[in-house]
């Protein structure tokens, strides 16, 4: 029986945008994913919890940005932990509970250039696939080297995720709110609603 191909891809989502949704959905359609997981961090161990939004609020905004998207789901895995939560465990956890499923973690292409420094990376790459974005305008080079680097000394499967040159931030959707700048077409429509209703980032 073949086992159900499963994308994770994580992130504080505050807010979630259309880069996160299109690397989502390439993603799914070009390495043939049953599903692909938006999973909102919990306690990531680079941020003091007072930086980022409720998580109610990051969740209520993926869930909206992804209702008509059957294959996109929203998981709250990570965010039902204490302490700090780093990938490795997250992984762990996952294929223990989910022995039917194999993993793909999706990261942008600048994240994985540093994966080593992650906390145990030996494990991340022991459990999942590792699919990396390369906008369709960079030279990918050097993350080819990386991925090669990262098969010679973790035996690890990272493959290239060819996705639009989109740039858009979280950071820069915060500023703007602030700063009373337009977020159309950055942000679903509804997500841009639920900001401004909530009054979020102003």
Known sequence: MDKKKVGILGGTFDPVHLGHLILAENAYSQFGLDVVLLMPSGNPPHKSAGEITSKEHRNTMVQLAIDDNRHLKLSVFEQERDGYIYT???????????????????????????????????????????????????????????????????????????????????????????????????????????????????
């Open 88 to 202: 490795a465990d997250t992984l762990k956890l996952l294929r223990e509970n989910n022995e039917d499923c194999d993993y793909y973690f999706i990261v942008g292409g600048d994240a994985l250039m540093s994966m080593d420094k992650w906390y145990h990376p030996e494990r991340i790459f022991a459990q999942a696939v590792v699919l990396a974005a390369v906008r369709d305008d960079v030279d990918d080079v050097a993350l080819k080297e990386r991925a090669e680097f990262y098969k010679q000394n973790y035996n690890a499967d990272v493959r290239l995720l060819k996705i639009p040159a989109v740039e858009i931030s979280s950071s820069v959707i915060r500023d703007r709110v602030n700063a009373g700048k337009s977020i159309k077409y950055l942000v679903p429509k509804d997500v841009e609603r639920y900001i401004y209703n909530n009054k979020l980032y102003s």
